[in-house]
């Protein structure tokens, strides 16, 4: 399974946009929180609402399962260890942080995309894509 994430688009949606005629061949693509926009706007993307989204539809969790397990998406990294444990998430995405994270703890992974837009961290505005089976998580970064 593919997923493309990316977060913190802050109202550049042309950019995530050519993410999907780039790579048209995901399985799925997420979008972490802070798009700016409609939730409609960003179809094929699944999102989750941030802290700078006004789209009421838009949901604070998602959760989908992937032959590795199930993954959880939130916007802020504000979800403990112990209840991911409870839920037996094994795979959790977050953005807000404008930060790229790519890390395992006990059988869960911590994957945050970066951002889109305003990265905070050493590296260029960019995206992730996992590639997940049963057996791994992969995580590849992209600079846009």
């Known amino acids: 399974m593919k997923i493309l994430i990316v977060s913190d688009s ?5 950019e995530i946009m050519s993410l999907v005629k780039q790579y048209p061949n995901i399985d799925v ?6 798009s700016q926009e409609m939730e409609v706007s960003l179809f094929p993307y699944q999102t989750v609402k941030g802290n700078c989204d006004y789209d009421s539809n838009m949901m604070k969790r998602l959760l989908i399962d992937t032959p590795y397990g199930k993954l959880l998406m939130t916007h802020a990294p504000i979800v403990s260890k112990e209840e991911l444990k409870e839920q037996n998430i094994k795979i959790y995405v977050y953005g807000h942080l404008h930060k790229r994270v790519y890390e395992k703890d006990g059988e869960i992974f911590y994957i945050s995309p970066g ?3 305003y990265e905070r961290d050493r590296f260029n505005e960019g995206y992730c894509i996992l590639t997940v089976t049963s057996k791994s998580v992969k995580a ?5």
């Open 29 to 34: 693509y997420l979008h972490a929180g802070d």
């Open 140 to 144: 590849r970064f992209f600079d846009l």
């Open 10 to 14: 802050h109202g550049h949606t042309e």
């Open 115 to 117: 951002s889109t837009c």
